[in-house]
T-cell receptor
Framework: GENVEQHPSTLSVQEGDSAVIKCTYS??????FPWYKQELGKGPQLIID?????GEKKDQRIAVTLNKTAKHFSLHITETQPEDSAVYFC????????????FGTGTRLTIIP | NAGVTQTPKFQVLKTGQSMTLQCAQD?????MSWYRQDPGMGLRLIHY???????DQGEVPNGYNVSRSTTEDFPLRLLSAAPSQTSVYFC????????????FGSGTQLSVL
């Protein structure tokens, strides 16, 4: 089955700086790569996703890049703000939709004011 | 719009007891799933369903049962609780097309003593 590795497990960034979280996956058939943000006491919330026919996708301060040859994808957050502090999860799926998503182990991002 | 509703929010069980975690969604989503979240392990898929009457196993199904008699509800049953099932459980749902967003409930924190 799919295996997703995520690094780093913790990340502290000065407010206004950029943060980068990286994930690698094992199944070359995977074609859907979402990123989730989880705030304390809440369920994960989708913040951005990318499919295998696209190399990069941006949404305001958030971007995701995908390298299918190397089987890795990354989340980039620019101009970080205190409200960006949370746990971030990457995931991968070879299914048509959201079935059988395999998640990474999470990155706890702390923004230092 | 309630989204995905999980009950209860907290539960303490003794080893060997059984219980059902409830999950309901009001978005007419075909796909529903259950994940467990453990420290350092991300979210792992327990069971999922692609429609009423259809269920399938995920990565960690042992010790859990599910059924999907209606589109709205997807209960998770612990048949004989074990300390290893101490975890935070999340239910999620989405539509079945390729670009649907996965919505998570707020979770159930379960402790088995």
């Amino acid at each position: 089955g799919e295996n997703v590795e995520q690094h780093p497990s913790t990340l502290s960034v000065q407010e206004g700086d950029s943060a980068v979280i990286k994930c690698t996956y094992s199944d070359s058939a995977s074609n859907y790569f979402p990123w989730y943000k989880q705030e304390l006491g809440k369920g994960p919330q989708l913040i951005i996703d990318i499919r295998s026919n696209v190399g990069e996708k941006k949404d305001q301060r958030i971007a995701v890049t995908l390298n299918k040859t190397a089987k890795h994808f990354s989340l980039h957050i620019t101009e970080t703000q205190p409200e960006d502090s949370a746990v971030y999860f990457c995931a991968a799926s070879s299914g048509f939709g959201n079935e059988k998503l395999t998640f990474g182990t999470g990155t706890r991002l702390t923004i230092i004011p | 719009n309630a989204g995905v509703t999980q009950t209860p929010k907290f539960q303490v069980l003794k080893t060997g007891q059984s219980m059902t975690l409830q999950c309901a969604q009001d978005m007419n989503h075909e796909y529903m799933s259950w994940y467990r979240q453990d420290p350092g392990m991300g979210l792992r898929l327990i069971h999922y369903s692609v429609g009423a009457g259809i269920t399938d196993q995920g990565e960690v199904p042992n010790g859990y049962n599910v059924s999907r008699s209606t589109t709205e509800d997807f209960p998770l049953r612990l048949l004989s609780a074990a300390p290893s099932q101490t975890s935070v459980y999340f239910c999620a749902s989405s539509g079945s097309s390729a670009n649907e967003k996965l919505f998570f409930g707020s979770g159930t924190q379960l402790s088995v003593l």
